[in-house]
């Protein structure tokens, strides 16, 4: 009788603990799902077949289409890259992330005092630590080059990468104005991989992480350097698309090498089970670029204006997707107006973690769950250069209103166009921009240009104290 008692106390003991492990526990499984952000680099507006491109093979960020939320009124933060990274990392407008503009060259930054990212500034990888998260960055940094401003000093367990803004995917060395400069880093330790495609290197990296410690979750900022110039897809993708002109033909390859590599690691979490367990961002961090070394051009916009640089539609409306089996809907498309600050408030809600006051983005979630929700913005800002800059691009929107500041068009080589201004746009009828209404509606122009104002004074304010 007592070993009878024993045994079935010991049974109950079992249950209870089980019962409360269940429940009660922060399993990895249950309430912190493992996450990646993919960012690709200067990937124009619909350079995608489920965003419109038909001369385009890109089955894998297709496939996190069909199998997660698509969103077709998308937004960076900037039309540039730091501070679209920024407002990424940190949930808030560049300027009030205290980004406005590119970070500099290390070299320039010790003159100008622009050291990038303040280290104040509560990064993603610093919300989602406090909850357990292994956080590595693998890729393109381009937020700061001090010990305190790069990705060890952010709030990253690990980073596998490039400091700088490009590099030349096989030498992995930064070619600018000079002096050219190898620039590949585990953590802070310079490494050698010469000759060595870096997409194929940080796939290897990304796998590294996944296996890194299967107790706890972990949270993989993907910063592809593609296709940003220099364009380098492999001979696979450039015979691919030998019939196609210079130099889509060698923006494609290089799209589609990257949509290859993001394969690859989608396969590998079917592989290891835990796709199901894993959230996965994608969005491009600005508009397609015309610069000299991206050959003038090869990226689309479609029916948008503009490009990298731009606060038209062209440089700022991004494709953008979010992945989380039996959380999120599947092949679903949402049009409300959204932005790159909402991943940090959307993934911190998805992960049960504390995010910081006063942020700029909203969860997603509302929208995702329910196509009836409005946006959760009614007003929107943009502005590349200082909040002390009369002279800096700048854009506000409200509804289908959008009006453009100091407005900057880049053009391909030998072309130029002379902008009014102040650009008012409707974008419900005119979604290329092609009408300036700011003398046919004063009063509309005049309503988002004191929004600007306010806003800008609340931003210096702000940043002041």
């Excluded at 590099?167 to 310079?190: A, C, M, Q, V």
Aim: aromatic residues 12%; hydrophobic residues 35%.
């Amino acid at each position: 009788m007592n070993v009878f008692r024993k045994s079935i106390g010991i049974e109950l003991a079992l249950l209870f603990l089980l019962f409360y492990h269940g429940a009660f526990s922060q399993t990895p499984e249950k309430n912190r799902p493992n996450v990646i952000v993919i960012l690709t680099d200067d990937q124009g507006s619909i350079d995608l077949n489920s965003y419109g491109a038909t001369d385009l093979h890109t089955p894998n960020m297709d496939r996190l289409a069909k199998e997660g939320v698509r969103f077709t009124q998308f937004y960076a933060g900037a039309p540039v890259c730091s501070p679209s990274r920024a407002a990424l990392m940190t949930g808030k407008t560049n300027l009030r992330a205290g980004l406005e503009g590119n970070v500099p060259i290390p070299e320039r930054a010790e003159i100008s005092g622009e050291h990038g990212l303040p280290t104040e500034q509560i990064t993603m990888a610093e919300m989602l630590k406090p909850n357990g998260y292994y956080t590595a960055l693998i890729g393109k940094w381009h937020l700061g080059h001090r010990e305190q401003n790069l990705p060890n000093g952010q709030g990253f367990d690990y980073f596998f990468g490039h400091q700088r803004g490009c590099i030349d995917n096989y030498s992995h060395t930064f070619y600018w104005d000079g002096p050219n400069k190898h620039d590949l880093y585990r953590n802070s330790e310079e490494v050698y991989y010469d000759g060595q495609h870096f997409s194929d290197l940080m796939v290897e990296e990304v796998k590294q992480v996944i296996n890194h410690r299967q107790d706890e979750p972990f949270f993989i900022y993907w910063a592809f350097n593609a296709p940003h110039y220099p364009y380098q897809g492999t001979t696979k993708w450039l015979e691919h698309y030998k019939d196609l002109p210079t130099p889509r033909r060698e923006y494609a390859a290089f799209v589609s090498n990257t949509d290859e590599k993001i394969g690859n690691v989608l396969d590998y979490l079917d592989e290891m089970g835990i796709a199901d367990n894993t959230i996965v961002v994608f969005q491009s961090d600005h508009g397609h670029s015309l610069e000299e070394r991206a050959f003038w051009g090869g990226g689309n916009a479609g029916p948008y204006r503009g490009s990298k640089f731009s606060l038209f539609e062209g440089g700022i409306r991004v494709p953008a997707i979010i992945r989380y089996p039996g959380i999120i809907p599947a092949n679903e498309v949402r049009d409300q107006l959204s932005m790159e600050m909402d991943w940090f408030t959307t993934i911190a809600e998805l992960t049960n973690s504390k995010v910081p006051d006063n942020l700029d983005g909203k969860s997603l979630m509302p929208i995702i769950l329910d196509n009836k929700k409005e946006s959760g913005h009614e007003v929107v800002h943009w502005q590349l250069g200082s909040y002390d800059d009369k002279m800096a691009q700048w854009a506000v929107r409200k509804g289908p209103w959008k009006l453009i500041g100091n407005v900057r068009e880049p053009v391909v080589e030998g072309k130029k166009i002379e902008l009014e201004k102040l650009y008012l746009l409707n974008l419900e009828n005119d979604i290329g921009e092609k009408n300036n209404l700011a003398k046919s509606y004063p009063k509309k122009l005049n309503e988002l240009l004191q929004l600007h104002t306010t806003w800008i004074k609340s931003v210096r304010s702000q940043m002041k104290q």
